[in-house]
């Protein structure tokens, strides 16, 4: 009940402080601005104690404490995992295209750790088919760029150097 009686007492101290804000503010734009920002300021001080003496309130509202920060980390590590994919597909393809080995199609393995270390599991690189005599020189090529061990196969699917 003591919660109760706090939660009205701060929202008559606020309708007081609001009010008496109207009455110092002179006519013009200054005086919407403030009475936007006394509504802003009404509003959390009528819901801010809401939220903290019924937290279960905000599942109904689907506004789990966390989940947005969770989806927006969630968000940068795919943002960060795809750019990191994009960027060693790229450096596959010039170097192999630098000497004259095209690729087909290259699957690049890669997660985040929790404290933001990046792994790379396995890169697959796949060259076309008549290009299958060069896929020993193509791994020994991309593990020095690398410092990785590629797979490296012929488009048939066959494997001719890890």
């Given at each position: 009940?003591n ?9 008559c101290l606020?309708?007081?402080a609001?009010s008496l804000?109207q009455?110092l503010?002179?006519?013009?734009a200054m005086?919407?601005m403030?009475e936007?920002?006394a509504?802003?300021f009404?509003?959390?001080a009528v ?5 903290r003496?019924?937290p279960?309130?905000?599942?109904l ?14 968000t940068?590590?795919?943002?960060q ?7 060693v597909?790229?450096?596959?393809t010039?170097q192999l295209?630098q ?10 393995d890669?997660n985040?750790?929790?404290d933001?270390s990046i792994?790379?599991?396995q ?5 076309p088919?008549?290009?299958?005599g060069?896929?020993f020189?193509?791994?020994?090529i991309l593990?020095?760029?690398l410092?990785?061990?590629a797979e490296v196969?012929a488009?048939a699917g066959?494997?001719e150097?890890?």
């Amino acid at each position: 009940m003591n919660a109760v009686q706090q939660w009205t007492a701060g929202i008559c101290l606020a309708v007081l402080a609001v009010s008496l804000l109207q009455h110092l503010m002179p006519e013009g734009a200054m005086r919407r601005m403030a009475e936007l920002t006394a509504g802003a300021f009404f509003l959390c001080a009528v819901l801010i104690p809401l939220m903290r003496a019924a937290p279960d309130f905000s599942i109904l509202l689907n506004l789990r404490p966390g989940t947005v920060e969770q989806e927006f980390a969630g968000t940068v590590q795919r943002q960060q995992e795809q750019a990191i994919r994009e960027s060693v597909t790229s450096l596959i393809t010039a170097q192999l295209s630098q000497e004259g080995i095209p690729v087909q199609g290259i699957e690049v393995d890669v997660n985040m750790g929790e404290d933001g270390s990046i792994h790379m599991n396995q890169i697959t690189v796949t060259l076309p088919a008549e290009y299958a005599g060069a896929c020993f020189r193509a791994s020994s090529i991309l593990s020095s760029v690398l410092g990785l061990e590629a797979e490296v196969t012929a488009d048939a699917g066959e494997q001719e150097a890890e």
